[in-house]
């Protein structure tokens, strides 16, 4: 599913409804959109952030559990 995920077929059935593609040069452009949407993404690590896996949840319970609805008992 990865595979056909980045692949080209796919990517022309994505850009009707996405403005980043994973081939470029198939994306078209929308009006509504900064022409330099991409460079203006944030840069993902994701291998880093799986394996601080824990101490990002423990943070993130943290700073923002306190705003959570009560849990169910």
């Known amino acids: 599913m990865a ?3 980045a692949s ?3 990517n022309e059935l994505y850009k009707t409804n996405f403005a980043v593609l994973a081939i470029p040069a198939v994306a078209t452009s929308n009006p509504n959109l900064p022409a330099d949407l991409a460079s ?3 840069k993902n690590d994701f291998v880093w952030a799986a ?3 824990e101490p990002i949840l423990a943070e993130w319970t943290k700073r923002y559990d306190s705003k959570s609805e009560p849990k169910k008992k």
């Open 3 to 5: 595979d056909f995920s």
């Open 40 to 42: 203006r993404m944030i």
């Open 51 to 53: 394996t601080q896996r």
């Open 8 to 10: 080209r077929a796919a």
